[in-house]
């Protein structure tokens, strides 16, 4: 474990990286030298004598041209001083390999060598470029992937601020109508006031300090929804008929927060009027494996008009629907519609 932690940490370490890299490029490059007969220690000495011209024309292109030149579009400018640096580090290859190089370790060749011979400063420059090639195209490619990296996690930040801004809109909501109820039993002298109160608290704690989390447990979205149906009952009394029936394994299951109980309580905003003697709410949640099903139903009031739009397009609907987009990547399916006595809402998605 203590190898694998060092290796991780050199991995990391941007010096280590460079002089790995260069360690290959003499190998790679050396090679061939090596597979030829003569001093193999006189032609390592070549090598190491010219690579700092390597590095120097590596460093110079992918920290100054590149971000300067080639990636701000300022494709003219980089090609002119791409082509006036090779030159001049070609030419100092050259004053190295004539002046040094030659001279120490081919002298018996050195006196009939000519300094301009254009074969020998093409050779040096394409020696050196090569290299410098091979930098770049990591330089881009890291650089690539850096982009990658940084795009996915703007992607993630700005899901996440929807999201929680989503939420932020249905807690609210949620809060406003409930407290519409409870006012509707103060009004009422109802000795269920305080009963209510507390069961507001309860989900005010949930919503406060237990939902702000990617994922909950299954178990705690349905508490919260029989939570949220005693309070209604404590409003409608016995106008009210809830059928809440619940199958399947929940255990270890978990879902995105708050996502169920806007659809249980748009059944309450839009099956319930004053004029509504028999308040009729189905709710049947099935667990197959991993994948949950939800049906919910009301009756409608008496002579309502019908209007899709109105059941469709209210606040906390809006809403979950947009976070089920974002949650789920259309891997869902959502059907809401209506006759002249019910409106049913299915949905059916794939667990966390």
């Known amino acids: 474990m203590e190898q694998i932690s060092l290796f991780r940490k050199l991995w990391k370490n ?21 597979t030829l007969e003569g001093d193999r220690l006189t032609m390592l000495y070549d090598l190491l004598i010219l690579l700092p011209v ?34 001049v580090f070609g030419l100092i290859n050259r004053l190295l390999q004539f002046y040094i190089i030659s001279p120490l370790y081919y002298p018996e060749t050195y006196m009939g060598l000519h300094f301009w011979k254009p074969s020998h400063l093409l050779y040096g420059i394409i020696s050196i470029y090569t290299v410098v090639a091979i930098a770049t195209a990591i330089k881009l490619l890291k650089q690539f992937y850096d982009n990658q990296k940084l ?29 519409n109820n409870l006012y509707g039993l103060a009004l009422a002298n109802s000795e269920k006031t305080a009963e209510g109160i507390l069961k507001l608290s309860g989900l005010l704690d949930y919503m406060l300090y237990e ?16 939570d949220y149906l005693a309070l209604e009952r404590l409003r409608y009394g016995k106008r009210l008929k809830v059928e809440f029936n619940q199958n399947g394994n929940t ?14 309580e748009n059944s309450f905003k839009h099956g319930s009027s004053k004029k509504t003697k028999q308040v009729n709410i189905s709710i049947n ?39 089920l987009e974002l949650l789920y990547n259309s891997q ?8 002249e006595l019910n409106f049913n809402i299915h949905l059916e998605l794939e667990l966390l």
């Open 285 to 323: 949640l099935n667990v197959v494996n991993h994948r949950m099903i939800l049906d919910v139903e009301n009756s409608k009031p008496a002579h309502e008009s019908s209007d899709p739009s109105g059941y469709t397009e209210g606040i906390g609907l809006k809403n979950v629907k947009k976070r």
């Open 332 to 339: 869902y399916i959502l059907d809401i519609n209506e006759n």
């Open 151 to 179: 795009q996915e996690q703007l992607n993630k930040e700005k899901l996440e601020a929807e999201l929680n801004l989503l939420k932020a809109q249905i807690h609210p909501h949620f809060l406003f109508n409930t407290l």
């Open 54 to 87: 390597k590095m120097v024309a590596a460093y110079f292109t992918i920290y100054f041209l590149l971000p300067k030149f080639l990636l701000k579009k300022q494709y003219l400018n980089f090609f002119l001083l791409l082509f006036f640096s090779a030159a």
């Open 14 to 34: 941007r010096f280590f990286l460079h002089v790995l890299f260069w360690i290959g490029i003499l190998m790679v490059f050396g090679i061939p030298y090596m």
């Open 251 to 264: 255990m270890g299951k978990q879902i995105a927060p708050m996502l169920i109980l806007p659809f249980v």
């Open 211 to 226: 939902c702000n989390v990617p994922k909950i447990s299954l178990d705690k979205e349905i508490k919260l929804i029989s």
